[in-house]
């Protein structure tokens, strides 16, 4: 069996021809340059075929995008089933269970198959620090060796690629594959697109595709303007510009570089919409949200999103406001498309969820703009740099951002560099003091490793239980005790975004990127101005917050009372109690009733405990 007739096995379509070479030449190659919306998610495919050839068994995907993450578990799923049940793939590996598929969801492992078994085909997903920190700190669950690993948006993690270059240079047996838009550095095998893609009827198709989309500044970004005129205008300029599309457009896309705008925004829409009586819906999409819910939205939601979906029926349009979690080929489809300006990579990737295969023909988008002077937040002055390149390749306020007359215009007129800082130098004694464990082992910070001295990646995951609002708060350990926390209940957050909401006070910036700038002004929140929380670091380490340092990877567990979060994620300003997902039996628990339901003495006691669960593994400090 070759590679076409194993993908056409389990999608029930061919393979287009980059693909093909890619499984031919997997052990060969370390960078793909295709650009987003060619299929790139076939390279996981193509890793499973070649480990049914007897290649590398252990494959890791990198994405630091947790959207793209929970669609990629879904595909290495169908693979595995389909190596069950298809007849022609049943049975291939001479396994009983030839795929293992493990997927990291904030620090943990979401299912309870977790070990790792030489020999064993694994298909690993994680972001760059959840698989950063296992290549580093090695726990036992993980090898080091005869590892392929694929890499998306590779020419945006250097720092990653400078340490996977050192630890190869040290003896580890990982193969990186690098995927991007532009040749990575290191890339010395590449693959590309032929000719072959160039003519293939559907490739070719959305090669080809025109995508305009116009230039505006907000209006209101003037240089003397109040701060909170310029957020509301900005606001209202993005509304009004997702409203203007044609009502043809049935699926209108709305992309924010944060989510405190992306909430706002998506308020001002709702509004809109209701003053003007239309009928048509909003959701709000974020990577700030919870698995179990956000499973949900998707589910209900995303058959009007997907690709290849059926155009013509008549019904409601569906404005989706979201942010960075849609970047890095999510399987999303729109039919028009207003972006707040960003660097270019990211709105390369955004666009590429725009008329994602050429059927619709008349796509539509626009990215708006804030003039301010200032770098911005969250991708520096890279932002500001990309909007004065737009500006000078302009005709008409117009830019194709189409795959074809986009690459045209880049090889006439280079756009600026996205530079990335280097990794610091890793040395052999440094991976000793990583590999250390016990109780008196100092903790290292891994992230300039991953991402840079200037970035960190600090997130905890937060989790709200009801039954602590009925009981005291000495009984809160043993509560969790009973029922550890689980991934589909936890809401990934930087540390200090909760500690500043916990302490009922404004954050900074947050974004749905996995690492951030490093703040050196204002000063985290006293420990006694915190609210009550507890810090699960398994079952024996049940901390309270306010005697407890808090750090990456912890698990802060919160009254349901508290509010902030909602059916879309993260909602600092809310005060409505949150829904306890534990009750509902989800996350391989069984499900929690009530204290008020049970009828047993004691519905807190620890006793019920079956075994200890891992703790959660600390990235930073």
Not at 245 to 256: D, E, M, S, T
Request: glycine content about 6%; some cysteine; hydrophobic content about 40%.
């Amino acid at each position: 069996m070759d590679f076409s007739e194993f993908f056409s096995a389990v999608h029930g379509y061919p393979p287009f021809p980059w693909q093909v070479e890619a499984a031919e030449r997997l052990d060969e190659i370390d960078c793909v340059t295709v650009p987003p919306g060619t299929g790139r998610s076939a390279l996981l495919d193509a890793a499973v075929f070649q480990a049914l050839q007897g290649r590398r068994r252990q494959i890791a995907v990198v994405v630091d995008r947790r959207l793209v993450l929970d669609q990629l578990f879904e595909r290495a799923l169908r693979i595995r089933q389909q190596l069950g049940e298809h007849p022609l793939l049943r049975g291939h590996d001479g396994h009983a269970t030839p795929l293992k598929v493990v997927r990291c969801c904030h620090g943990m492992l979401d299912n309870d198959d977790e070990a790792f078994h030489p020999g064993q085909l694994t298909v690993l997903l994680a972001t760059i620090d959840q698989l950063g920190s296992r290549l580093l700190c090695r726990p036992a669950d993980f090898p080091g060796n005869d590892l392929r690993l694929l890499i998306d948006e590779a020419h945006l993690v250097q720092p990653l690629l400078e340490t996977l270059c050192r630890l190869r240079r040290y003896g580890a047996e990982i193969q990186p594959i690098l995927l991007g838009t532009r040749p990575a550095r290191s890339g010395r095998h590449p693959l590309g697109l032929t000719a072959a893609d160039h003519a293939h009827p559907v490739l070719g198709k959305r090669l080809a595709i025109g995508k305009p989309v116009r230039l505006v500044v907000s209006p209101s970004e003037a240089v003397h303007a109040e701060q909170e005129g310029r957020e509301a205008d900005f606001d209202q300029t993005v509304c009004d510009q997702a409203l203007r599309f044609p009502r043809h457009c049935k699926a209108v896309g709305i992309v924010l570089n944060q989510v405190a705008t992306a909430r706002a925004v998506f308020d001002q829409l709702c509004a809109e919409l209701a003053k003007r009586g239309q009928a048509d819906e909003a959701i709000l999409l974020l990577g700030r949200s919870r698995p179990f819910e956000r499973d949900a939205l998707l589910e209900e939601y995303l058959p009007r999103l997907q690709a290849n979906r059926n155009r013509t029926q008549d019904g409601p349009r569906l404005y989706v406001v979201t942010t960075q979690a849609i970047e890095v080929g999510a399987d999303l489809d729109f039919d028009a498309l207003v972006s707040e300006s960003a660097r270019l990579s990211a709105l390369r990737q955004r666009l590429g969820q725009l008329d994602r295969c050429g059927d619709f023909e008349d796509a539509q988008a626009v990215i708006v703009h804030r003039n301010a002077s200032s770098p911005d937040p969250i991708y520096g002055a890279s932002l500001h740099e990309c909007w004065a390149w737009l500006a000078r390749v302009q005709i008409d306020q117009q830019v194709d951002f189409g795959v074809e007359a986009l690459e045209a215009l880049m090889a006439r007129q280079p756009p600026p560099d996205e530079p990335a800082e280097p990794a610091p130098l890793l040395t052999p004694t440094h991976l000793q003091l990583l590999q250390r464990t016990g109780p008196d082992t100092p903790l290292s910070a891994i992230d300039p490793y991953l991402h840079g001295i200037s970035y960190r990646s600090d997130e905890v995951n937060l989790l709200w239980r009801r039954d602590f609002d009925e009981v005291e708060v000495e009984d809160w350990p043993a509560l969790l005790q009973q029922q550890p926390p689980s991934a589909a209940e936890a809401l990934p957050l930087p540390c200090r975004t909760v500690l500043d909401w916990l302490a009922q006070q404004a954050g900074g910036p947050l974004s749905d990127l996995t690492l951030h700038r490093r703040e050196q002004s204002l000063p985290c929140p006293a420990p006694g101005t915190l609210r009550e929380a507890m810090i699960w670091r398994g079952v024996d380490k049940v901390l309270p917050l306010s005697t407890t340092r808090l750090l990456a990877g912890d698990t802060v567990v919160v009254p349901a009372s508290y509010g902030g979060c909602d059916r879309f994620g993260w909602h600092p300003g809310s005060a409505t109690p949150v829904l306890d997902i534990a009750e509902l039996g989800v996350g391989g628990l069984p499900r929690r009733p009530r204290l008020a339901e049970s009828k047993t003495e004691g519905p807190y006691t620890a006793h019920q405990v079956q075994a200890d669960q891992p703790a959660l593994l600390v990235t930073s400090i």
